[in-house]
């Protein structure tokens, strides 16, 4: 049963615009996660988000930036697209750090044009 | 850092038979080991998890074995059906609380009727 929530499924849009994908979690976890996977499914972890500390995988562009109301949500911006952006994001939550299960959302999927 | 290297790439196998993967990491410190499903248009799910005091776990036509002196983690499906077919991952982390999982490359599988 599906416990975290992505949206929009599918994004599609032209270089240079600005992007925002959603993602809620209602398993009460205190870690939230982006990884993105390309279109060879290979995973790169981009930020992690825990109890408001944030930590960022050095190699992730600066126009990527997470933004968190509430530890049930982590949204990602995309300040102005490149089509070396095009992928499946994918958002995961966990209890804590490192040995912990991670639960997927269903992923977005961008596509810049 | 630790590098985590997934093989094969693509395996297809017929209903019935068994379907090895197998992982290699590099840090010796490595203390949590996990596979992952992940069904086409979906997120990751969870299949099993070991700590590094395991060597083999056994749950519903799964094996995985750990072996720390020549830092390899398989996953065995034993009796396949096409339900199996998806791509897989391993996932490894260490004891130090690491905040990421560092993924394997993935391993399509494609279990034929």
């Known amino acids: 049963e599906t416990a975290v929530f992505q949206t929009p499924n599918y994004h599609v849009t032209q270089v240079g615009n600005e992007v925002s994908f959603n993602c809620k979690q209602t398993?009460?976890?205190?870690?939230m996660y982006w990884y993105k996977q390309d279109s060879k499914k290979l995973l790169k972890i981009m930020f992690s988000?825990?109890?408001?500390?944030?930590?960022v995988n050095e190699t992730v562009p600066r126009r990527f930036s997470p933004q968190s109301s509430d530890k049930a949500h982590l949204n990602l911006r995309i300040k102005s697209v490149e089509p070396e952006d095009s992928a499946v994001y994918l958002c995961?939550?966990?209890?804590?750090?490192?040995?912990?299960?991670?639960?997927f959302g269903a992923g977005t999927r961008l596509s810049v044009l | 850092g630790e590098q985590v290297e997934q093989r094969p790439p693509h395996l297809s196998v017929r209903e019935g038979d068994s379907a090895i993967i197998i992982c290699t990491y590099t840090?010796?410190?490595?203390?949590?080991f996990s596979w992952y499903k992940q069904e086409a248009g979906a997120g990751l799910q969870l299949l099993m998890s070991?700590?590094?005091?395991?060597d083999r776990k056994e749950e519903q036509g799964l094996t995985v074995l750990l072996n720390k002196k020549d830092k390899r983690l398989s996953l065995n499906l034993t009796a396949a059906h096409p339900g199996d077919s998806a791509v897989y991952f391993c996932?490894?982390?260490?004891?130090?609380?690491?905040?990421?999982?560092?993924f394997g490359s993935g391993t399509q599988l494609t279990v034929m009727p």
């Open positions: 995961a939550s966990s209890s804590g750090l490192g040995k912990n299960t991670l639960y």
């Open positions: 398993l009460g976890h205190d870690t």
């Open positions: 988000y825990n109890n408001k500390q944030l930590i």
């Open positions: 840090d010796s410190a490595t203390a949590y």
């Open positions: 070991v700590l590094s005091n395991v």
């Open positions: 996932a490894v982390s260490e004891s130090s609380g690491s905040w990421q999982l560092i």
